[in-house]
């Protein structure tokens, strides 16, 4: 019987360790989730801007009057 009981507090132990690894790695999954997501929003926010800088060039120098130079 008290062998039953050591094993079984051994196993305990064992459990609990195993259980916080367990959840460390989660959290770190999920921290790491969460930073992913937001590099991957802010790549995406920088490729709009430099899409929109690109049009709104593309947009003035179609539409202004081009000055030619005679020497």
Do not use: G, W
């Not at 959290?27 to 800088?53: G, I, Q, S, V």
């Amino acid at each position: 019987m008290k062998t039953l009981k050591e094993r079984s507090s051994k196993d305990e132990t064992t459990f609990q360790a195993e259980m916080k690894i367990l959840q460390r790695m989660l959290a770190h999954d999920d921290k790491l989730k969460e930073f992913m997501t937001t590099k991957e929003n802010e790549r995406l926010d920088y490729k709009a801007e430099e899409a929109e800088k690109r049009a709104k060039m593309s947009e003035l120098s179609t539409h202004s009057p081009k000055i030619v130079l005679f020497t």
